[in-house]
């Protein structure tokens, strides 16, 4: 009978201490990463160091979601074909995931190789 009370309390605290513990853990980051860049700024060093390059993220989302989509799909197809079950799956979300991965590798390199030349 305890148990039946408990478990939803617990459920909802959980919840709620989790965020308040990410949204905390977020705005210390923020603010020891602003200490950090003022007391170099103070030291005369160039604030244009904290200028990050915008990586290609984009792209690798996109080949990775590609490369599921297709392993889902094989997946399927080794599933309905040789009665695999869950083993078709896993190996072709794995295989085809990682053909995705190395794909937007190969485009970043080349990316990076015209931007030097």
Do not use: C
């Not at 700024?41 to 989302?61: C, D, Q, Y």
């Not at 094989?74 to 995931?97: K, N, Q, V």
């Amino acid at each position: 009978m305890e148990t039946d009370v408990i478990v939803p309390i617990m459920g909802i605290m959980l919840t709620i201490i989790i965020t308040l513990g990410f949204f905390i853990m977020i705005v210390y980051l923020r603010k020891f990463q602003n200490i950090e860049r003022m007391s170099i700024i103070e030291k005369g060093l160039s604030p244009e160091m904290f200028k990050k390059e915008a990586e290609p993220t984009t792209v690798r989302w996109a080949l990775l979601l590609i490369g599921v989509g297709i392993g889902f799909l094989m997946g399927y197809w080794l599933d309905r074909t040789f009665d695999m079950e869950e083993t078709g799956y896993f190996s072709m979300l794995f295989i085809f995931g990682g053909i995705g991965l190395g794909l937007a590798y190969l485009h970043e390199e080349k990316r990076s190789k015209n931007n030097k030349s």
